[in-house]
């Protein structure tokens, strides 16, 4: 059967109404456990010599509807729904991890990753280093032979640094080291790591793939046989599961991922080429923008280049945080991916809890600030970053 294209998986995979007494909109399975016919059944499911639904911390009817339609998105074999990025980050790790293992990582990760990352460091010596990935050879002289998988942000939260996805994932096969790609800034719209080579893809749900501001969930893609290993052991037994109402607002909120991710491509483009021009901005962090050191990668494996401009205002913190309390219709929060324009400031915000050396070394200044673009009529967005520049005169 012909594979269907991407805008039209985000509505149909996975679900056919007749089996659902022809409900158009997939029916929400608010339950906590499911009955048994009889006992025989009951010690059939919980032994896996039958499939079928037992308990919805084990898995749900709606959940895994989501479940089946982001692999299929993503191109993967099996998906697993969490109940927050971070959950999906700490799952996938601590079913890929041990004790004394290594983690090498992309130049910058999210602040919450790298906060994650010092716990498994301190809690069970799980090392981890950050690499600039440049290279094949760059690549290769960080990995350890305890190196047991390579985690990469890309574009990377919140310099937009760009890493080349089938260069990381060659040499990962190579070594024998799984690769990880963590998706969210990017949504399987704009970028597919799997079908790049990558092993196992992350998001942050409550951004693109939510798109409403109003859902906190995590994904997490990989090889069947992967999924089911973290399904049964870290998912299963820490318990970081997403509510089927919140699978159910995914569900919803993917519908429309591919109209509101070329708005968002859009409006950053037009305000991207205002950033650049504006005197008062000292140097914007766009992919799409052609001077960007890694536009060639996002042109060759991104779709678009995305809706997130950094860009650091000329001056210091105090100045960067005065602008963003000029601002009117943009607001000042973390998240990103929502309807709404959004602005923070990483190096107090999303990245607090780095410490201020290794922001450095990331290349998170003080002055730096992150705007995600959202749908809003881009000329009043550009207008509104206008008037608070006006006001620092």
Not at 217 to 242: C, E, H, N, Q, Y
Not at 270 to 287: E, G, T
Not at 343 to 365: D, F, G, L, N
């Amino acid at each position: 059967m012909k594979k269907e294209r991407f805008e039209t998986s985000v509505i149909h995979a996975g679900y056919d109404s007749s089996h659902f007494q022809g409900s158009l909109v997939p029916p929400l399975y608010q339950t906590s456990t499911f009955t048994f016919d009889n006992a025989e059944q009951g010690e059939k499911r919980f032994a896996g010599e039958e499939p079928g639904f037992i308990y919805s911390r084990l898995g749900n009817p709606t959940v895994k509807l989501l479940e089946t339609r982001i692999a299929e998105l993503e191109n993967g074999e099996a998906g697993l729904a969490f109940g927050s990025g971070m959950a999906a980050v700490s799952g996938v790790l601590f079913a890929l991890l041990k004790a004394g293992d290594h983690i090498l990582c992309s130049q910058g990760v999210y602040g919450c990753t790298f906060g994650l990352l010092s716990l498994l460091n301190e809690k069970f010596l799980i090392t981890h280093d950050f690499s600039r990935m440049g290279t094949k050879e760059e690549l290769v002289a960080g990995i350890k032979a305890e190196t047991a998988c390579i985690y990469v942000e890309t574009p990377i939260n919140p310099t937009m640094k760009l890493v080349d996805l089938q260069m990381v994932a060659e040499v990962g096969r190579q070594k024998g080291i799984p690769i990880i790609v963590d998706n969210t800034f990017c949504s399987p719209y704009l970028q597919t790591p799997i079908s790049l080579g990558c092993d196992v893809v992350i998001h942050s749900a409550t951004k693109y793939i939510c798109g409403h501001g109003d859902v906190i969930a995590g994904l997490a893609v990989g090889t069947r046989a992967f999924m089911d290993m973290v399904s049964k052991t870290t998912l299963k037994d820490i318990g970081g599961i997403i509510a089927p109402f919140d699978a159910w607002l995914l569900l919803r909120g993917l519908k429309t991922l591919p109209v509101r991710m070329d708005r968002h491509c859009e409006n950053a483009e037009k305000l991207a080429s205002f950033l650049k021009k504006h005197p008062q901005v000292d140097r914007i962090f766009f992919p799409g923008d052609q001077e960007h050191s890694d536009y060639k990668i996002a042109a060759t494996q991104m779709r678009k280049p995305g809706g997130l401009i950094s860009f650091t205002i000329k001056g210091t913190k105090h100045d960067a945080q005065q602008f963003m309390n000029q601002l009117n219709l943009i607001k000042i929060a973390v998240s990103l991916g929502d309807a709404e324009t959004l602005i923070q400031h990483p190096a107090t915000m999303t990245h607090a809890v780095v410490p201020q050396e290794t922001r450095k070394q990331m290349e998170i200044e003080d002055n730096l600030l992150r705007l995600s673009v959202g749908l809003e009529a881009w000329q009043d967005i550009e207008d509104d970053l206008a008037q608070a520049f006006a006001k620092m005169n």
